[in-house]
Protein backbone atom coordinates (compact mmCIF):
# COMPACT_ATOMS: atom_id res chain seq x y z
CA UNK A 1 0.00 0.00 0.00
CA UNK A 2 1.45 3.78 -0.77
CA UNK A 3 2.78 5.13 2.22
CA UNK A 4 2.24 9.43 2.32
CA UNK A 5 4.80 10.98 4.21
CA UNK A 6 4.45 14.61 5.11
CA UNK A 7 8.00 16.20 5.26
CA UNK A 8 8.84 19.87 6.66
CA UNK A 9 12.36 18.43 5.76
CA UNK A 10 12.14 16.75 2.22
CA UNK A 11 16.42 15.77 1.95
CA UNK A 12 16.32 14.27 5.84
CA UNK A 13 12.50 12.20 4.38
CA UNK A 14 13.93 11.54 1.20
CA UNK A 15 17.36 9.92 2.65
CA UNK A 16 15.60 7.66 4.66
CA UNK A 17 13.33 6.36 2.41
CA UNK A 18 15.93 5.58 -0.22
CA UNK A 19 18.00 3.97 2.55
CA UNK A 20 14.39 1.33 3.55
CA UNK A 21 14.75 0.40 -0.80
CA UNK A 22 16.60 -2.26 -2.50
CA UNK A 23 17.12 -0.54 -5.96
CA UNK A 24 19.91 -1.08 -8.25
CA UNK A 25 20.02 2.35 -10.12
CA UNK A 26 17.91 5.32 -9.02
CA UNK A 27 16.55 7.85 -11.62
CA UNK A 28 14.87 11.58 -11.54
CA UNK A 29 12.52 12.76 -13.13
CA UNK A 30 12.18 16.71 -13.78
CA UNK A 31 10.16 19.28 -15.40
CA UNK A 32 12.70 22.38 -16.49
CA UNK A 33 10.59 24.01 -13.78
CA UNK A 34 11.53 21.69 -10.96
CA UNK A 35 15.21 20.86 -12.28
CA UNK A 36 15.74 24.55 -11.65
CA UNK A 37 13.91 25.47 -8.21
CA UNK A 38 13.22 21.97 -6.25
CA UNK A 39 15.70 19.80 -7.72
CA UNK A 40 18.36 21.99 -5.38
CA UNK A 41 16.47 20.55 -1.94
CA UNK A 42 17.32 17.07 -2.89
CA UNK A 43 20.92 17.68 -4.61
CA UNK A 44 22.76 17.34 -1.59
CA UNK A 45 22.02 14.03 -0.69
CA UNK A 46 24.33 11.22 -1.70
CA UNK A 47 21.95 8.68 -3.55
CA UNK A 48 20.36 12.01 -5.82
CA UNK A 49 23.99 12.81 -6.49
CA UNK A 50 24.60 9.20 -7.65
CA UNK A 51 21.12 9.77 -9.90
CA UNK A 52 21.20 10.10 -13.59
CA UNK A 53 18.34 12.51 -14.26
CA UNK A 54 15.85 13.04 -16.94
CA UNK A 55 14.39 16.74 -17.99
CA UNK A 56 11.09 17.16 -20.18
CA UNK A 57 9.56 20.35 -20.43
CA UNK A 58 7.02 21.48 -18.22
CA UNK A 59 3.03 22.16 -18.24
CA UNK A 60 -0.12 19.69 -18.94
CA UNK A 61 0.40 20.57 -22.41
CA UNK A 62 4.13 18.10 -22.77
CA UNK A 63 2.06 15.37 -20.73
CA UNK A 64 2.56 13.36 -24.39
CA UNK A 65 3.23 10.05 -26.20
CA UNK A 66 6.79 11.89 -27.41
CA UNK A 67 7.62 12.58 -23.62
CA UNK A 68 6.79 9.10 -22.84
CA UNK A 69 8.62 8.33 -25.54
CA UNK A 70 11.76 10.27 -24.32
CA UNK A 71 12.11 8.86 -20.83
CA UNK A 72 11.32 5.21 -21.84
CA UNK A 73 14.77 5.93 -24.09
CA UNK A 74 16.62 7.50 -21.33
CA UNK A 75 15.81 4.57 -18.93
CA UNK A 76 16.76 2.26 -21.55
CA UNK A 77 19.88 3.53 -22.59
CA UNK A 78 20.97 4.23 -19.25
CA UNK A 79 20.59 1.01 -18.39
CA UNK A 80 17.58 1.20 -16.04
CA UNK A 81 16.42 -2.98 -15.28
CA UNK A 82 12.91 -4.22 -13.58
CA UNK A 83 14.92 -3.42 -10.29
CA UNK A 84 15.50 0.57 -10.96
CA UNK A 85 13.84 3.13 -8.74
CA UNK A 86 12.60 6.20 -10.50
CA UNK A 87 11.55 9.30 -8.72
CA UNK A 88 9.02 12.25 -10.09
CA UNK A 89 9.70 15.20 -8.56
CA UNK A 90 7.24 17.57 -10.08
CA UNK A 91 3.37 18.50 -10.36
CA UNK A 92 0.82 16.59 -11.90
CA UNK A 93 2.00 16.40 -15.18
CA UNK A 94 5.44 14.70 -14.00
CA UNK A 95 3.54 12.40 -11.28
CA UNK A 96 1.48 11.30 -13.93
CA UNK A 97 3.67 10.53 -16.92
CA UNK A 98 6.20 9.40 -15.23
CA UNK A 99 4.27 6.94 -13.20
CA UNK A 100 3.21 5.77 -16.69
CA UNK A 101 6.34 5.21 -17.46
CA UNK A 102 6.91 3.53 -14.38
CA UNK A 103 3.95 1.04 -15.02
CA UNK A 104 5.39 0.69 -18.25
CA UNK A 105 8.81 0.12 -18.63
CA UNK A 106 10.08 -3.60 -18.75
CA UNK A 107 6.56 -4.25 -17.44
CA UNK A 108 6.70 -2.03 -14.11
CA UNK A 109 9.25 -0.68 -11.99
CA UNK A 110 8.74 1.02 -8.56
CA UNK A 111 8.99 4.67 -8.01
CA UNK A 112 8.29 7.65 -5.82
CA UNK A 113 6.16 10.57 -6.38
CA UNK A 114 7.52 13.97 -4.56
CA UNK A 115 4.98 16.52 -5.84
CA UNK A 116 5.78 19.86 -6.09
CA UNK A 117 2.62 21.80 -6.59
CA UNK A 118 -0.78 21.45 -4.03
CA UNK A 119 -2.41 20.06 -7.29
CA UNK A 120 0.31 17.51 -7.48
CA UNK A 121 0.19 16.89 -3.89
CA UNK A 122 -4.01 16.49 -3.52
CA UNK A 123 -4.60 15.13 -6.62
CA UNK A 124 -1.89 13.30 -9.22
CA UNK A 125 0.63 11.76 -6.74
CA UNK A 126 -1.90 10.03 -4.74
CA UNK A 127 -3.70 7.10 -5.64
CA UNK A 128 -1.79 4.94 -8.66
CA UNK A 129 -3.35 6.38 -11.67
CA UNK A 130 -1.05 7.23 -13.94
CA UNK A 131 -1.38 8.52 -18.01
CA UNK A 132 -1.05 10.50 -20.75
CA UNK A 133 -3.05 13.22 -22.68
CA UNK A 134 -3.50 11.77 -26.50
CA UNK A 135 -5.79 12.37 -29.24
CA UNK A 136 -6.87 15.53 -27.26
CA UNK A 137 -8.34 14.23 -24.63
CA UNK A 138 -7.09 14.22 -21.53
CA UNK A 139 -5.59 11.05 -19.58
CA UNK A 140 -6.45 8.82 -22.38
CA UNK A 141 -3.85 6.82 -22.19
CA UNK A 142 -2.33 4.94 -18.98
CA UNK A 143 -2.15 1.94 -16.38
CA UNK A 144 -3.12 1.63 -12.48
CA UNK A 145 0.42 1.91 -10.84
CA UNK A 146 0.89 2.73 -7.23
CA UNK A 147 4.06 4.80 -5.81
CA UNK A 148 5.84 3.32 -3.12
CA UNK A 149 6.05 6.45 -1.12
CA UNK A 150 4.69 9.76 -1.98
CA UNK A 151 6.77 12.48 0.56
CA UNK A 152 4.37 15.86 0.87
CA UNK A 153 6.77 18.45 1.84
CA UNK A 154 6.17 21.55 2.60
CA UNK A 155 8.84 23.77 1.50
CA UNK A 156 7.50 23.65 -1.74
CA UNK A 157 3.71 25.67 -1.24
CA UNK A 158 5.71 28.57 -0.06
CA UNK A 159 6.94 29.76 -3.52
CA UNK A 160 3.53 28.77 -5.55
CA UNK A 161 1.55 31.59 -7.33
CA UNK A 162 -2.11 32.29 -6.15
CA UNK A 163 -3.39 30.67 -9.04
CA UNK A 164 -0.95 27.68 -8.79
CA UNK A 165 -2.60 27.39 -4.68
CA UNK A 166 -6.52 28.07 -6.06
CA UNK A 167 -5.89 25.18 -8.70
CA UNK A 168 -4.81 22.31 -5.95
CA UNK A 169 -7.85 23.81 -3.91
CA UNK A 170 -10.34 23.06 -6.39
CA UNK A 171 -9.67 19.32 -5.69
CA UNK A 172 -9.73 20.05 -1.88
CA UNK A 173 -13.18 21.67 -2.67
CA UNK A 174 -14.56 18.54 -4.07
CA UNK A 175 -12.37 15.90 -1.12
CA UNK A 176 -14.57 18.26 1.26
CA UNK A 177 -18.04 17.49 -0.01
CA UNK A 178 -17.07 14.11 -0.61
CA UNK A 179 -16.50 13.50 2.61
CA UNK A 180 -18.42 16.03 5.28
CA UNK A 181 -20.17 19.06 7.10
CA UNK A 182 -16.94 19.45 8.67
CA UNK A 183 -14.23 19.60 6.18
CA UNK A 184 -16.67 21.13 3.94
CA UNK A 185 -16.96 24.52 6.25
CA UNK A 186 -13.18 23.90 6.85
CA UNK A 187 -12.46 24.48 3.53
CA UNK A 188 -14.50 27.61 3.09
CA UNK A 189 -13.75 29.41 5.95
CA UNK A 190 -9.81 29.06 5.08
CA UNK A 191 -9.07 32.45 4.14
CA UNK A 192 -7.31 31.95 0.37
CA UNK A 193 -6.25 35.66 0.22
CA UNK A 194 -4.19 35.47 3.26
CA UNK A 195 -2.19 32.22 3.50
CA UNK A 196 -1.81 30.81 6.59
CA UNK A 197 1.03 27.66 5.59
CA UNK A 198 0.85 26.04 8.47
CA UNK A 199 -3.10 25.71 8.22
CA UNK A 200 -3.01 24.75 4.80
CA UNK A 201 -0.11 22.19 5.48
CA UNK A 202 -2.99 20.51 7.45
CA UNK A 203 -5.48 20.66 5.17
CA UNK A 204 -3.89 19.04 2.44
CA UNK A 205 -3.17 16.34 4.71
CA UNK A 206 -7.02 15.90 5.88
CA UNK A 207 -8.02 16.07 1.59
CA UNK A 208 -4.88 13.76 0.49
CA UNK A 209 -6.22 10.75 3.78
CA UNK A 210 -10.05 11.66 2.14
CA UNK A 211 -8.69 10.63 -0.95
CA UNK A 212 -6.62 7.56 0.18
CA UNK A 213 -9.43 6.33 2.47
CA UNK A 214 -12.01 5.87 -0.62
CA UNK A 215 -8.58 4.51 -2.73
CA UNK A 216 -7.61 1.95 -0.73
CA UNK A 217 -11.70 0.47 -0.65
CA UNK A 218 -11.36 0.19 -4.54
CA UNK A 219 -7.84 0.44 -6.07
CA UNK A 220 -8.96 0.03 -9.71
CA UNK A 221 -12.34 2.06 -9.80
CA UNK A 222 -14.64 -0.36 -10.04
CA UNK A 223 -16.84 0.68 -7.43
CA UNK A 224 -16.57 3.86 -4.43
CA UNK A 225 -12.80 5.18 -6.52
CA UNK A 226 -15.72 6.72 -9.04
CA UNK A 227 -16.83 8.81 -6.33
CA UNK A 228 -13.34 11.10 -6.97
CA UNK A 229 -14.53 11.81 -10.40
CA UNK A 230 -16.89 14.52 -9.09
CA UNK A 231 -16.98 17.48 -10.84
CA UNK A 232 -14.49 16.28 -13.44
CA UNK A 233 -16.96 14.88 -16.30
CA UNK A 234 -17.92 18.49 -17.15
CA UNK A 235 -14.39 19.95 -15.91
CA UNK A 236 -12.45 17.70 -18.00
CA UNK A 237 -14.87 19.13 -20.85
CA UNK A 238 -14.26 22.59 -19.94
CA UNK A 239 -10.37 21.73 -19.91
CA UNK A 240 -10.45 19.95 -23.29
CA UNK A 241 -12.21 22.40 -25.05
CA UNK A 242 -9.78 25.26 -23.16
CA UNK A 243 -6.74 23.27 -24.36
CA UNK A 244 -8.44 22.63 -28.21
CA UNK A 245 -8.63 26.83 -28.35
CA UNK A 246 -5.35 26.51 -27.40
CA UNK A 247 -6.56 28.85 -23.92
CA UNK A 248 -5.36 26.29 -21.44
CA UNK A 249 -6.53 26.78 -17.93
CA UNK A 250 -5.68 25.02 -14.91
CA UNK A 251 -6.80 21.69 -14.31
CA UNK A 252 -8.39 23.22 -10.47
CA UNK A 253 -10.40 25.44 -11.66
CA UNK A 254 -12.09 23.63 -14.28
CA UNK A 255 -12.73 21.11 -11.99
CA UNK A 256 -14.23 23.72 -9.53
CA UNK A 257 -16.36 24.81 -12.35
CA UNK A 258 -17.22 21.27 -13.20
CA UNK A 259 -18.53 21.26 -9.68
CA UNK A 260 -20.74 24.11 -10.20
CA UNK A 261 -22.63 22.22 -13.00
CA UNK A 262 -22.67 18.68 -11.39
CA UNK A 263 -23.63 19.79 -8.31
CA UNK A 264 -26.66 21.38 -10.03
CA UNK A 265 -27.21 18.25 -11.75
CA UNK A 266 -27.34 17.16 -8.07
CA UNK A 267 -29.83 19.26 -6.64
CA UNK A 268 -32.14 18.41 -9.97
CA UNK A 269 -31.76 14.65 -9.87
CA UNK A 270 -30.39 13.21 -6.15
CA UNK A 271 -32.06 16.15 -4.57
CA UNK A 272 -28.97 17.93 -3.31
CA UNK A 273 -29.50 21.21 -0.96
CA UNK A 274 -30.39 24.33 -2.85
CA UNK A 275 -29.05 25.70 0.27
CA UNK A 276 -25.43 23.87 -0.46
CA UNK A 277 -25.35 24.64 -4.29
CA UNK A 278 -26.33 28.10 -3.76
CA UNK A 279 -23.06 28.58 -1.24
CA UNK A 280 -20.16 26.65 -3.33
CA UNK A 281 -21.20 28.85 -6.62
CA UNK A 282 -20.72 31.75 -4.91
CA UNK A 283 -17.39 30.75 -3.13
CA UNK A 284 -15.94 28.95 -6.59
CA UNK A 285 -17.57 32.42 -8.72
CA UNK A 286 -15.52 34.41 -5.50
CA UNK A 287 -12.10 32.76 -6.05
CA UNK A 288 -11.92 30.76 -9.87
CA UNK A 289 -13.78 33.87 -11.79
CA UNK A 290 -16.17 32.04 -14.05
CA UNK A 291 -15.35 30.42 -17.90
CA UNK A 292 -17.14 31.76 -21.27
CA UNK A 293 -18.55 29.85 -23.34
CA UNK A 294 -21.47 30.10 -25.79
CA UNK A 295 -24.79 27.27 -26.42
CA UNK A 296 -22.82 26.73 -29.66
CA UNK A 297 -20.07 25.02 -28.09
CA UNK A 298 -22.27 22.72 -26.41
CA UNK A 299 -22.24 20.02 -29.04
CA UNK A 300 -18.27 20.11 -28.55
CA UNK A 301 -18.45 19.84 -24.51
CA UNK A 302 -21.07 16.89 -25.51
CA UNK A 303 -18.52 15.08 -27.47
CA UNK A 304 -15.56 15.42 -24.88
CA UNK A 305 -18.56 14.12 -22.15
CA UNK A 306 -18.86 11.28 -24.41
CA UNK A 307 -15.34 10.33 -24.52
CA UNK A 308 -15.08 10.14 -20.97
CA UNK A 309 -13.64 6.82 -19.73
CA UNK A 310 -16.42 6.42 -17.24
CA UNK A 311 -19.06 6.07 -19.62
CA UNK A 312 -20.63 2.81 -20.94
CA UNK A 313 -21.08 2.56 -24.35
CA UNK A 314 -22.73 6.00 -25.23
CA UNK A 315 -24.18 7.15 -21.59
CA UNK A 316 -22.10 10.03 -20.03
CA UNK A 317 -22.00 8.94 -16.43
CA UNK A 318 -21.37 11.43 -13.66
CA UNK A 319 -20.30 11.14 -9.67
CA UNK A 320 -23.17 13.41 -8.10
CA UNK A 321 -24.30 14.00 -4.55
CA UNK A 322 -27.70 13.60 -2.24
CA UNK A 323 -25.80 16.00 0.32
CA UNK A 324 -22.60 16.15 1.71
CA UNK A 325 -20.93 13.25 2.30
CA UNK A 326 -23.78 11.26 0.86
CA UNK A 327 -22.31 9.93 -2.73
CA UNK A 328 -24.28 8.42 -5.85
CA UNK A 329 -21.97 6.89 -8.73
CA UNK A 330 -23.03 5.74 -11.92
CA UNK A 331 -25.47 8.53 -12.46
CA UNK A 332 -26.74 9.57 -16.18
CA UNK A 333 -28.07 12.84 -17.47
CA UNK A 334 -29.40 13.10 -20.85
CA UNK A 335 -28.03 15.71 -23.11
CA UNK A 336 -31.17 18.23 -22.27
CA UNK A 337 -30.44 18.08 -18.43
CA UNK A 338 -26.87 18.79 -19.14
CA UNK A 339 -27.26 21.27 -21.25
CA UNK A 340 -29.32 22.66 -17.97
CA UNK A 341 -26.47 22.29 -15.95
CA UNK A 342 -24.43 24.52 -18.26
CA UNK A 343 -27.05 27.27 -18.71
CA UNK A 344 -27.02 27.23 -14.64
CA UNK A 345 -23.28 27.74 -14.72
CA UNK A 346 -23.20 30.40 -17.62
CA UNK A 347 -25.79 32.61 -16.38
CA UNK A 348 -23.82 33.22 -13.19
CA UNK A 349 -21.44 36.46 -12.38
Known sequence: MQQIIKSNQIANHLTAVLNGINYDKLFVLTDKHTQNLCYPLISSIPAIQQAKRVTIAANDSNKTLENLVHVWSFLTNNGATRHSLLINLGGGMITDLGGFAAATFKRGIAYINIPTTLLGAVDASVGGKTGINF?????????FHAPLHTIISTEFFNTLTQKDILSGYGEMIKHALLDSDETWEKILNFNLQEIDYSLLNDLVMESVLIKQRIVEQDPHEKNIRKALNLGHT??????????????????????????????YLSHKLCGFPKKTLDKASKFILQHYGTYSFTQKDYDTFYQFMIHDKKNVGNTINFTLLS?????????????GMIKEALDYFSRLD
Request: proline fraction near 4%; charge should be negative.
Open 135 to 143: GGYKNEIGA
Open 234 to 263: IGHALESFALENNKPVPHGYAVAWGLIAEL
Open 323 to 335: DTGEVKINQTADR
